[in-house]
């Protein structure tokens, strides 16, 4: 019985890490590197991502993925942190890590950029 306990309670945490972790800021030479997940699904998507990240005061860079739907950010911790790069993200109209975009901006996206319109060429499944 200690044994299905144990068993249980790492399977909740796995589960639970992979939903709700978002992944913590790395020190690198221009300052803080950020990983954050996002609903993006296209090149669309990509620019549209990038070109408003470039408006954040502090950010350096900033570069999506598509295929793993990931942008890496490099930023000035002394001008912003990654909440506030996450929260402008959403306001785009994109989820980043577990915030959920803004409602407004997602409607507004052009069709290609929603939800299940390029199922096809990333998800395998």
């Keep these: 019985m200690k044994t299905l306990r ?4 790492a399977v909740l945490a796995i589960g639970y890490s992979q939903t709700f972790g978002q992944s913590e800021p790395i020190k690198v030479a221009q300052g803080y590197k950020i990983d954050i997940k996002t609903s993006a699904v296209c090149s669309m998507c990509k620019e549209a991502i990038e070109y408003d990240l470039a408006f954040e005061k502090g950010e350096k860079s ?7 739907k990931v942008v890496t950010v490099v930023y000035n911790p002394k001008k912003t942190d990654a909440d ?4 402008r ?3 785009v109209g994109y989820h980043a890590d577990n915030f959920e975009r803004d409602s407004v901006a997602y409607e507004k996206l052009p069709f ?9 060429e990333h998800d395998p499944h």
Aim: hydrophobic residues 35%; glycine residues 4%.
């Design 89 to 91: 993200i959403t306001k």
């Design 6 to 9: 144990i068993i249980l309670i």
């Design 62 to 68: 900033a570069t999506l993925d598509v295929p793993s």
């Design 112 to 120: 290609c950029c929603k939800d299940g319109t390029h199922e096809d």
């Design 84 to 87: 506030k790069i996450r929260k």
